[in-house]
């Protein structure tokens, strides 16, 4: 099979500029920077925090790009995109993770090639994921997505739903629960978004007494990560501080945060 870079289109020029490989060298730079001064603050080890760079919207060619300048693991939110992004870069060999809602009728799809999976949210997909593992003879990385903002949102389990979920999920031998995920409230006001994330951290460690395998917080995304690094996350998913701004709203990923700002 032949994977040429083809020329970027003129609108993905207009998006990422001229020279993509120097400006996302250059944005990881910057955020390197960042997680470093807030793990300092923090007093952690840089190495307790991993940088998922989020990839959805971003074309494929343009990841081509993306991974001369040292990227090579893709979250992305959406399973259909990312099923062709990982045809069209198969040569590459990127890892992917899957960090929005999913679908039952994707189950099969993830199973196909995702490494790890940050939105699980109910028993009846632990269940279809657990089957659909058993039948490939393989297992899976989950995180257990908590709503920790009480947005209406009908994604993420309610805090008190936690630690019964974290018993029944004993029961699927296919999937490794690692730790907990949640999308802060979204604001630009720190000090509503930090509870969210102290809240998490909270949950796990009470989450982790029943199965120490939880020890995961996957938090934090371009506008709130240091506030997640200083209340403790060990993944934090970032795409637009290295990729540049998304022309979709967020809308379109989490229906339900529309008027956010007004609770
Ligand atoms: C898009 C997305 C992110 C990253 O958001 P940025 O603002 O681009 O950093 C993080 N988590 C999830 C679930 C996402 O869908």
């Known amino acids: 099979m032949h994977h040429q870079n083809r020329p970027l289109s003129a609108a993905e020029e207009e998006r990422f500029g001229p020279d993509p490989v120097s400006a996302f060298r250059a944005n990881l730079a910057a955020v390197e920077e ?3 001064r807030a793990c300092e603050r923090a007093g952690r080890k840089r190495a307790s925090v991993r940088l998922l760079p989020i990839t ?4 494929a060619p343009v990841l081509r790009l993306a991974h001369q300048a040292g990227i090579r693991h893709c979250g992305e939110n959406r399973i ?18 899957i960090v929005g809602h ?5 189950v099969r799809h993830l199973c196909g090639f995702a490494r790890e999976f940050h939105a699980l949210d109910s028993l009846r997909l632990a269940d279809l ?5 058993e039948r490939e003879g393989r297992s899976l990385d989950v ?11 009908k994604f993420g389990l309610r805090p008190e739903a936690l630690m019964p979920f974290v018993e029944t999920l004993e029961r699927f031998p296919r999937l490794r629960p690692r730790g907990l995920m949640t999308l ?5 006001d720190m000090e509503r978004v930090r509870p969210c994330f102290a809240l998490l951290r909270r949950l796990r460690d009470t989450a982790a007494a029943r199965n120490p395998a939880l020890q995961e917080l996957s938090m934090g995304m371009s506008g709130d990560f240091e506030q997640a690094i200083e209340e ?14 998304r022309p979709t709203p967020d809308a379109f990923y989490w229906p339900a945060s529309a008027g956010a700002e007004t609770l």
Do not use: C
């Open 34 to 36: 960042r997680i470093a």
């Open 56 to 59: 959805k919207t971003v074309p």
């Open 80 to 97: 259909q995109e990312a099923e062709a992004k990982r045809a069209d870069l198969a040569d590459l060999g990127m890892e992917w993770s």
């Open 102 to 106: 999913l679908q039952s009728n994707k």
């Open 129 to 133: 994921l657990n089957a659909r593992l």
């Open 143 to 153: 995180y257990i997505q908590v709503n920790t903002s009480g947005e209406d949102s």
């Open 184 to 188: 802060a409230l979204f604001s630009s």
């Open 232 to 245: 403790g996350a060990t993944v934090i998913r970032v795409g637009q501080a290295i990729f540049g701004r």
